[in-house]
């Protein structure tokens, strides 16, 4: 530790520069915060990474579904069209069908109804009438061929064959019969004649053919009735797939929405969970070299400079103190050495005081000498003992912090150790008009310990238990109990000290064990002492492995109960 000598002609400066140099090492880190514009701009920003991931995602799942529905509605509307033209395929040959049937039927019934001029006339008009229709037929038959549709009934040639010989025949079959109803206009036709050419014309080649042809349009009909049918079971398995399609594009959107949204919301926490382990591992391992990477511009960016800097400030202040607790010890243990140095130091001529005046108090009392002379002997060898006491106290202390104190464990028997305590404490309790009362097992047994530093733990209790009682009881109870350490069982000794004194409050039984620290200062004016014992006692308990515990109520009394094993710590 380095000493500075000012002199006058620097003294000024000097105390100038050390002001300087505790200002500098006091100043608290301070945060600079960016501007409200920058920090409007930093704040865009993070709102913008999650704002747009989000609306990515979004876009995504919609777009996703919309592509799905669109391909759905594409793949059933095709189905769809072809059903129609199949329908539609079906319909016309079907329609065709039946009007050249209605047409057949019409010129069958014609030679029934030759003796009935008008009812002749009107069949005749219906089978014109049906021969148009199956026209009109076979021109929207021809025009939906030349349409080029997917899929016919049949071929393109075979229909235009077909088509083609029908209205050949058509043809040929319709001046035939026109021809032979002609004859009916005629004077003197012969009805009979005309009815038997009308029935050979149902036989006729014509006829034939035009039967063969019914047979060839009955086959490519219910080719085109087959096809309607798988056309319609098309349609039905295409609304399955449509539904297939439109759920998967769903799902499978929503999945990368979710993939989309899981790596924007990544991006944005991965930089704050390393910060928080970078803090925690500052935190709980004290590592300083630790720095967080500061991998943005924004916000999270700002929270790691900051961390960074608080770390290397921490560090500094961590550093110092580390420096300041080196010095400290360092003069602890200086002063522990003074203590124990002047405490020996002053033993010697105290022990040849306290010789002396009992030298001098055995010649009084030989040459019966009494009266102030004996009483200032009495008083110089009380005060000898008392100073001695309390040099012996302040050695034991600082043997203790300095880490010095030494333990001489041996055998003995706790009865014995009991009966000799009673002896030299039972004056001390009966001179304040108080009343010793012990309490003890039968079989106590032997423990291995340092035997005085338990004599001087219980006379400590016993002592202070005597001074703070008057016209009371004093109480010590002894007990051989078992007891379990990290489930090990052992054999304990407690004593117990109890007194009807004054008692201590809560806030005197906070600082008890405390050096050089008594309950008030009252308390120390009126009945003296250091407050050494108490806090010397917990560190003997603790040195032998045991414990002290106190339990207290002011203007009742104090209970003090101290647990020692029976084979102590060595």
């Not at 799942?61 to 059933?76: D, E, K, L, R």
């Not at 009992?358 to 004996?374: I, N």
């Not at 333990?407 to 014995?416: H, N």
């Not at 917990?538 to 040195?543: L, S, T």
């Amino acid at each position: 530790m380095q000493t500075h000598k000012p002199t006058a002609g620097n003294s000024s400066s000097e105390t100038k520069e050390v002001s300087e140099d505790v200002s500098s090492n006091d100043e608290l880190p301070t945060l600079e915060f960016p501007s409200s514009g920058k920090l409007k701009a930093s704040s865009r920003r993070i709102h913008q990474k999650i704002g747009c991931g989000y609306f990515v995602a979004i876009g995504i799942g919609f777009f996703g579904s919309f592509v799905g529905f669109v391909i759905a509605n594409y793949y059933s509307g095709r189905e769809i069209r072809r059903f129609k033209h199949a329908q539609y395929q079906t319909q016309m040959l079907a329609d065709y069908k039946n009007a050249l049937v209605q047409a057949k039927l019409h010129s069958y019934s014609l030679a029934a109804l030759v003796e009935e001029p008008e009812e002749l006339s009107r069949k005749k008009a219906d089978f014109v009438k049906s021969i148009d229709t199956v026209n009109d037929i076979e021109f929207k038959i021809s025009k939906f061929i030349n349409d080029k549709p997917a899929k016919l009934a049949a071929t393109e040639a075979t229909l235009q064959a077909l088509l083609s010989d029908y209205e050949i025949n058509l043809e040929s079959y319709t001046q035939q019969l026109n021809s032979i109803l002609e004859q009916l206009k005629q004077p003197y036709a012969q009805q009979l004649s005309v009815q038997q050419q009308l029935l050979q014309l149902t036989r006729s080649q014509t006829a034939i053919q035009l039967e063969q042809l019914d047979s060839r349009l009955n086959n490519i009909l219910q080719s085109a009735e087959d096809q309607e049918s798988q056309r319609a079971n098309n349609l039905e398995f295409s609304k399955g797939i449509e539904r297939t399609i439109a759920i998967a594009s769903m799902l499978l959107s929503v999945a990368i929405a979710v993939v989309v949204a899981w790596r924007t919301s990544r991006a944005i926490a991965e930089p704050v969970v390393v910060v928080t382990k970078v803090a925690e591992q500052v935190a709980l391992k004290s590592n300083f070299n630790l720095r967080a990477p500061v991998t943005t511009e924004d916000e999270i960016g700002l929270l790691a400079k900051s961390l960074n800097r608080l770390i290397e400030r921490v560090s500094q202040r961590t550093n110092e103190l580390e420096k300041a607790k080196e010095l400290a010890e360092a003069a602890s243990k200086a002063k522990s050495q003074f203590l124990a140095n002047v405490s020996h130091e002053l033993r010697t001529p105290l022990n040849a005081i306290i010789g002396l005046s009992q030298l001098l108090q055995e010649d009084a009392v030989d040459l019966g000498v009494t009266g102030d002379f004996a009483i200032d002997l009495e008083t110089i060898n009380t005060a000898g003992k008392h100073l001695l006491e309390l040099i012996n106290d302040i050695l034991d202390l600082s043997k203790i912090e300095a880490g010095k104190m030494t333990l001489y464990p041996e055998t003995f028997e706790v009865i014995s150790l009991i009966n000799n305590l009673v002896s030299t404490i039972k004056p001390t309790i009966e001179k304040n008009g108080s009343l010793l009362e012990i309490d003890c097992d039968r079989e106590l047994g032997t423990m291995y310990a340092d035997q005085t530093r338990v004599r001087q733990v219980l006379l400590n209790l016993l002592s202070n238990a005597a001074k703070f009682t008057t016209n009371g009881k004093v109480m010590l109870k002894i007990e051989r109990q078992k007891d379990f350490v990290a489930d090990v069982p052992r054999e304990i000794i407690t004593f117990i000290v109890k007194d009807s004194g004054i008692g201590m409050s809560e806030a005197q039984l906070k600082q008890l064990f405390q050096p050089f620290t008594q309950g008030d200062a009252s308390t120390t004016k009126k009945y003296g002492g250091t407050g050494l014992g108490l806090a010397i006692t917990r560190h003997f308990c603790q040195m032998m492995g045991g414990e002290i515990h106190v339990q207290s109520e002011s203007g009742v009394g104090s209970t003090f109960t101290i647990e020692l094993p029976t084979i102590g710590e060595q």
